[in-house]
């Protein structure tokens, strides 16, 4: 795909996300390189209103997460639920993602639309 130059932020699949979220969600590390050196956005939002970076963070892919933060993906940025990254890692209990996300300094007090922290989301 990436050898075709094909354009990277063309909207794809039911769930509206670009290549760079096919990527994070199947965990593909070297896709996402290429894709991320193509000059893929990283603060594109899929149709649930997720970054790679969120989808990565709900599916357990460290390896993905990691990138995606070196690469100054938003721990910040929010899914329609209201959770960043850190919330949905805790929410789907990746211990791998919440270490990486931690690592580069995601907030453990940013509070989600109702107003609950990372931690409230592990319980």
Known sequence: M?????DAEDRHGGEGGTALHAAATHGHV?????????????????????TALIRSAMLGHAGVAQL???????????SASGGTPLHEAA?????????????????????????????????
């Open 2 to 6: 990436c050898q075709r130059r094909a």
């Open 30 to 50: 070297e896709a996402l390189r290429a894709l991320l050196k193509q000059g893929s956005d990283l603060e594109a939002k899929d149709s649930d209103g997720c």
């Open 68 to 78: 995606l933060c070196e690469r100054r993906g938003s721990l910040e940025s929010r």
């Open 91 to 123: 929410l789907a209990d990746n211990a791998e993602v919440l270490r990486a996300l931690l690592q580069q300094g995601a907030g453990t007090e940013v509070r989600s639309l109702q107003s609950d922290t990372p931690l409230y989301w592990a319980a």
